[in-house]
C-alpha cells in the first residue's frame, strides 16, 4: 500500500521508518543526505546578519563568498546552536579558527545534520556581498 511507512525490525519488535526531509533555499523538499546548495547572501550591503537557511542536510560543503567591493567587511558563517536562539561562529577542522573570509573567495567546511546557518557581515557594509554554501 502507497500510504504505509517501511518498517524495521528491531529488538523491540517492527518500527516504522519516518523519512527525514528538510527544505532548501530554493524552497525545495530535499531527504537529508542530498546535498544541495543553500543561498546564504543576495546582494548584501549593510553590517548584519544574512536570513537563515536550514536545516542543511549534513556533509562536506564549500562555503563561497564575492562581493562587487569589501569595503573592509568580514563575513563570518555563523550555526544556530541548540537552544535555537543562539548564534555561534562555525569552526575550521582546527576547532578553534572561525570560518571568516575578507575578500571574495571560498573555504572547505563540515556540516553537521540538521545544522541551521547564516553569514554575519561585520567591520563594515560591503557591496553587492553573495554567499552560498553547496555540498561535495
Do not use: C, H
Amino acid at each position: 500500500m502507497a500510504d504505509q511507512l517501511p518498517t524495521i525490525e528491531g529488538d523491540a519488535g517492527p518500527r516504522e521508518v519516518i523519512p527525514v526531509i528538510g527544505v532548501n533555499a530554493a524552497g525545495q523538499v530535499v531527504g537529508f543526505g542530498s546535498k544541495g546548495q543553500y543561498v546564504l547572501l543576495t546582494n548584501q550591503a549593510a553590517i548584519g546578519n544574512g536570513p537563515s537557511a536550514g536545516p542543511v542536510s549534513g556533509g562536506d560543503y564549500i562555503w563561497r563568498v564575492t562581493a562587487t567591493n569589501w569595503n573592509g567587511a568580514t563575513a563570518t558563517l555563523q550555526f544556530l546552536d541548540l537552544d535555537g536562539t543562539t548564534w555561534s561562529n562555525v569552526k575550521k577542522a582546527d576547532g578553534t579558527t572561525d570560518v571568516t573570509l575578507t575578500a571574495n573567495g571560498s573555504v572547505p567546511i563540515g556540516i553537521a545534520q540538521g545544522s541551521v546557518l547564516r553569514v554575519a557581515v561585520t567591520a563594515a557594509a560591503p557591496t553587492a556581498m553573495n554567499s552560498q554554501i553547496a555540498g561535495l
